[in-house]
Each structure stands twice: as structure tokens, then as C-alpha cells.
């Protein structure tokens, strides 16, 4: 009995330690993820709009409205507007289906006139259309209207002097342009007159500002910003942008001066030509190379026996490298008011097509100076 007993003792063990048939594994799912199934569309309200007329000054305000008309989560990874003038953002980035959603946006005219067109492009997981364009229209009118925005005097006889003429227009009333000051000292500006106009069946305030070129100016290239002070609180300064060759006794040719295409490593010789005006003799002393200073440039001047004509040739090795080679030049005469004629050149190096460039020496000679 006792040995029965210990058999099925033993064999009811047996049958508990016997392992289970294993249970159908799945994947743990990560805590907190978001699972996304089915297809998200991004439906947008509107994919053009206008803003209407705004003026420079006013920030403008709009609201982009879309739906996921999908089954599958909608996740918003980019707006990018085309410029830097306008800012967008969502309210958030993830959307239920069927749930709403806005991008709240803003342009600053600032600068801008007349008709724009601007774009917001909206990248989403939307597998038919990744990225979606809304285009936006306005119209920007200045709130004061500068006319003409540059004024470019061309070629002035320093001996003569020249004067032009910009407005400004605004409809505040009671506006006017106050004050008119310049950054070089080859020009002058001043309020002329403020007076009442009437534009397009609307009266509007003009103040007209008087740029000259001095006469005597210095000889040339001259460029300034004229800025005029007005009591419009909301454009109190209003900037015009000025240039001008002041011409002197000298004609040079080439103008502007050029030295062409020079092969990149290789020698070259250019001349500029100094021309008296009226047949005036001028004498000159010298000719100084103000840069570059690193590519060891010859200079010298040669002058015709009335000094009414006087050669500068410029030579020396171009650089190794292609693109552009900038430089200044200063012819120094006797010519009162015009000791030191400044002469800005540039030429542009390019590589020799497929052949190699000499080794570049060890020392660069220094620029020399000739009179003859």
C-alpha cells in the first residue's frame, strides 16, 4: 500500500511540473507612443487669399483654417513662408480625424509697394500631398510716397554743380517734411515748400526736397543717404538714396575703368588714359598704387610734352585665383582742387581652359611707382 501510495504521489508531480503550451506572443507597445493608423488629408480652407490694401506701416494679420478629412492622425512638421517678411504657426501639431485646425500668420509691409504675392507652404504626413502652397495677396500703399526713391545725377562738371528734386507725398494731414541732412559732402538737401495737392479726386499734403551736387565737389564717384525728418510720428524718417560722378579737368578712359578678362597666373598690361577736358595743361606728378598690395603691381604714368594727355599703365601678374580683382589708384597733379584724382579699377581672372598654372613664387616683388 505504502509503495502505491508513493507511486501516484509521484506521478501527480510529474504531471504538475510539466510545462504549458506557450501563449501567443504579441509586442509590448512603448508607454505613452502614439500608435498612428489610417490616412490623414489635410483639407485646407482657402489656398489664395488677399489682404486687401495695407499701408507700410501697418503689420498685417491672417488665419490660415483646415480640417483632417482623413481617418489617421494629421501631424503638421513644417510651415515655412517664403520670405522673411512673414511669420506662420500652428496652434499645435497633431489633429484627430475630422478635428479643425488653424495657422495664425503676419506680414510686415515694411518696404514693400504695389502689388505682392507671398506663399505659406504647409509639409505634412499626408501621403497624397506631403506639401500644401496657400498664396496670399495684398496691396501695399506707402504712407508716405517717395518719388523718385534714387536719385542718380550721372556725370556733374564739378565747375557747374547740379540740383534734382524728390517729393514726398502723404495724406495726414497737416504733414510735412521738416528737415533734410546728407552723409557726404559733395551734397546739400533742403526743404523747398509743403503744399496741398489733390490726387485722384483726394487732397493730399507734397513736401519737395532740393538734393544738389556742391559746386567744387570733390572729384569722383559720390554716393549719400539723404534723410529727411518729417511729423509724421509713424514715418518720422524718411530716407533718399543719392549718387553722382563728379567729373573735374580730367576725362579717363575706359570709364568706368576695366582691365577685361585676365588669365588667372599669367602676365598683363593695362592703360588708362588721362584726358584735359578743355586742353588745359595739367602737370602730374606721379601715380601711387592704394591696393591692391599684395600682388606686386607695377605702375607708371607717361605724359605728352602740352601735359594735356597722360597714359597710366598698370602691369604685372594676375592672381592664381579666378574671380574678381578690385583696385585704386591715385594720380597726384598740380591741379588745384584736384591734387590727388582717384581712379577705381577692376578686372576679372579666370582660369586658363584645361592647361595648369605656373608655381607660384617665393616672394612677391613689391609695387613700384614710375614718372616718366
Do not use: H
Given at each position: 500500500m505504502a509503495g502505491f501510495l508513493s507511486l501516484l504521489a509521484s506521478t501527480g508531480m510529474a504531471q504538475t511540473l510539466e510545462p504549458e503550451e506557450p501563449a501567443e506572443q504579441r509586442p509590448a507597445e512603448p508607454a505613452g507612443s502614439l500608435v498612428l493608423?489610417?490616412?490623414?488629408?489635410?483639407?485646407?480652407?482657402?489656398?489664395?487669399?488677399?489682404?486687401?490694401?495695407?499701408?507700410?506701416v501697418n503689420k498685417a494679420q491672417f488665419k490660415i483654417d483646415f480640417t483632417n478629412t482623413g481617418d489617421?492622425?494629421?501631424?503638421?512638421?513644417?510651415?515655412?513662408?517664403?520670405?522673411?517678411?512673414?511669420?506662420?504657426?500652428?496652434?499645435?501639431?497633431?489633429?484627430?480625424?475630422?478635428?479643425?485646425?488653424?495657422?495664425?500668420?503676419?506680414?510686415?509691409?515694411?518696404?514693400?509697394?504695389?502689388?505682392?504675392?507671398k506663399t505659406i507652404t504647409i509639409f505634412t504626413n499626408d501621403a497624397d500631398h506631403p506639401s500644401s502652397v496657400v498664396t496670399f495677396k495684398s496691396n501695399i500703399e506707402p504712407l508716405v510716397k517717395l518719388e523718385p526713391k534714387v536719385l542718380n545725377f550721372g556725370k556733374v562738371d564739378k565747375a557747374q554743380g547740379k540740383s534734382m528734386f524728390v517729393t514726398l507725398t502723404c495724406g495726414t494731414p497737416g504733414f510735412e517734411a521738416t528737415l533734410a541732412t546728407g552723409s557726404d559732402d559733395r551734397f546739400q538737401a533742403s526743404?523747398?515748400?509743403?503744399?496741398?495737392?489733390?490726387?485722384?479726386?483726394?487732397?493730399?499734403?507734397?513736401?519737395?526736397?532740393?538734393?544738389?551736387?556742391?559746386?567744387?565737389?570733390?572729384?569722383?564717384?559720390?554716393?549719400?543717404?539723404?534723410?529727411?525728418?518729417?511729423?509724421?510720428?509713424?514715418?518720422d524718417l524718411v530716407n533718399i538714396q543719392v549718387v553722382a560722378e563728379v567729373t573735374g579737368e580730367f576725362e579717363i578712359t575706359p570709364s568706368p575703368t576695366t582691365l577685361g578678362n585676365l588669365p588667372a597666373g599669367q602676365p598683363f598690361e593695362a592703360k588708362i588714359v588721362l584726358k584735359s577736358r578743355n586742353g588745359k595743361p595739367i602737370k602730374v606728378k606721379g601715380v601711387e598704387l592704394r591696393r591692391p598690395t599684395n600682388l606686386g603691381l607695377e605702375t607708371a604714368v607717361e605724359s605728352n610734352e602740352y601735359n594735356t594727355m597722360h597714359t597710366v599703365t598698370i602691369k604685372g601678374n594676375a592672381p592664381q585665383r579666378s574671380g574678381a580683382m578690385q583696385g585704386e589708384l591715385a594720380v597726384l597733379t598740380e591741379e588745384p582742387g584736384e591734387e590727388e584724382v582717384e581712379i577705381k579699377f577692376y578686372g576679372f581672372v579666370r582660369l586658363a581652359g584645361g592647361q595648369p598654372l605656373p608655381p607660384i613664387p617665393a616672394t612677391q616683388p613689391q609695387p613700384t611707382t614710375t614718372v616718366r
Open positions: 493608423v489610417g490616412k490623414p488629408v489635410l483639407t485646407i480652407g482657402a489656398s489664395e487669399m488677399d489682404l486687401g490694401t495695407i499701408l507700410d489617421g492622425v494629421l501631424v503638421i512638421t513644417r510651415v515655412q513662408p517664403s520670405c522673411g517678411c512673414t511669420a506662420a504657426t500652428p496652434n499645435k501639431t497633431e489633429y484627430m480625424p475630422g478635428e479643425k485646425g488653424v495657422i495664425e500668420g503676419e506680414f510686415d509691409p515694411r518696404g514693400k509697394e504695389g502689388i505682392q504675392s526743404v523747398v515748400k509743403t503744399e496741398e495737392v489733390e490726387i485722384n479726386g483726394k487732397k493730399v499734403r507734397r513736401s519737395t526736397v532740393e538734393v544738389s551736387v556742391n559746386k567744387g565737389a570733390r572729384v569722383g564717384r559720390g554716393t549719400s543717404t539723404i534723410a529727411v525728418r518729417t511729423n509724421e510720428a509713424r514715418a
